[in-house]
């Protein structure tokens, strides 16, 4: 049985979805990152970064316990574990790889912070809201052109690129997005949010979120307290 720490985010439910989809007997704990659970000594243990999503898997690779963080190394050993979700040919794979690094390396941080500015900054600042809005509307362009060429983003088969990506556009309309723009965007999303496993994985630990709306969640997660030696 696999332990996943994670808590209701676009990068928890990526791994909450590859569970779900792969069929894997796993269990939640959560970790609530706007009450600082992130911070335990033992939680950085397995997640040095103090990021939510982490895994504990008893059966590792050797047969030995394996512990992991950040969600897209998380997703390749888990398409690794299983045989699924990873392309079968070297291409395919390196495909899928090169989106995964798109999302890992440019739509999660930059969306993250599209989200920052526009919803949880104590200020407006015009010129960082236009720089992240204007970057996401950028990004969904590259999405929706290859998925004008293609069904799922790394070709015809739907893969763990989709699965990291997916959550992030959920929040689409924080992010400034219609997806009436991205008619391409729009039918891969009506498809992913079609799937049961999906269905299921966006809901896990969903009922534990509170909106991050109180000071001790915003110093938490923005301020000094992210910044202290640990
Ligand atoms: N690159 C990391 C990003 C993880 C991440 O940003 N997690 C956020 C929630 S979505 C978090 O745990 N934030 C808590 C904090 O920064 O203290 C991954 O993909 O796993």
Redesign the pocket.
Same mark, same amino acid.
Request: proline share 6%; net charge neutral; with cysteine.
């Given at each position: 049985m696999i332990d996943v720490y994670s808590?209701a985010?676009?990068?928890?439910h990526k791994v909450h979805i590859m569970l779900e989809e792969c069929g894997l007997p796993y269990t939640a704990h959560a970790i609530d &990152?706007g009450a600082g659970d992130?911070f335990t000594p033992e939680f950085l243990k397995i997640s040095p970064n103090?990021? &939510?999503?982490a895994i504990v898997d008893p059966d590792g690779p050797d047969g030995q316990p394996i512990s992991l963080?950040?969600?897209?190394a998380i997703l390749l050993y888990l398409a690794g574990k299983t045989g699924r979700f990873l392309g079968e040919t070297t291409r395919e794979k390196y495909e899928v790889l090169q989106w995964l690094m798109f999302q890992?390396g440019g739509l999660?941080p930059m969306l993250?912070q599209a989200h920052h500015f526009r919803l949880y900054a104590p200020e407006q600042i015009e010129y960082a809201v236009n720089r992240y809005s204007n970057e996401a509307r950028r990004l969904y362009q590259v999405m929706d052109k290859q998925l004008g060429q293609h069904a799922y983003l790394a070709g015809e088969d739907y893969t763990i690129a989709d699965i990291a990506c997916f959550p992030w556009t959920r929040s689409h309309k924080n992010q400034g997005i219609d997806l009436a723009d991205f008619p391409n965007v729009k039918r891969w999303f009506d498809a992913i949010s079609a799937r049961p496993a999906v269905q299921r994985g966006v809901s896990v630990l969903a009922d534990k979120r509170k909106p991050l709306q109180d000071d001790k969640a915003r110093e938490?997660?923005f301020g000094k307290s992210?910044y202290q030696k640990r």
């Amino acid at each position: 049985m696999i332990d996943v720490y994670s808590w209701a985010t676009p990068n928890g439910h990526k791994v909450h979805i590859m569970l779900e989809e792969c069929g894997l007997p796993y269990t939640a704990h959560a970790i609530d &990152i706007g009450a600082g659970d992130q911070f335990t000594p033992e939680f950085l243990k397995i997640s040095p970064n103090n990021k &939510i999503p982490a895994i504990v898997d008893p059966d590792g690779p050797d047969g030995q316990p394996i512990s992991l963080f950040e969600s897209g190394a998380i997703l390749l050993y888990l398409a690794g574990k299983t045989g699924r979700f990873l392309g079968e040919t070297t291409r395919e794979k390196y495909e899928v790889l090169q989106w995964l690094m798109f999302q890992m390396g440019g739509l999660g941080p930059m969306l993250g912070q599209a989200h920052h500015f526009r919803l949880y900054a104590p200020e407006q600042i015009e010129y960082a809201v236009n720089r992240y809005s204007n970057e996401a509307r950028r990004l969904y362009q590259v999405m929706d052109k290859q998925l004008g060429q293609h069904a799922y983003l790394a070709g015809e088969d739907y893969t763990i690129a989709d699965i990291a990506c997916f959550p992030w556009t959920r929040s689409h309309k924080n992010q400034g997005i219609d997806l009436a723009d991205f008619p391409n965007v729009k039918r891969w999303f009506d498809a992913i949010s079609a799937r049961p496993a999906v269905q299921r994985g966006v809901s896990v630990l969903a009922d534990k979120r509170k909106p991050l709306q109180d000071d001790k969640a915003r110093e938490l997660l923005f301020g000094k307290s992210q910044y202290q030696k640990r």
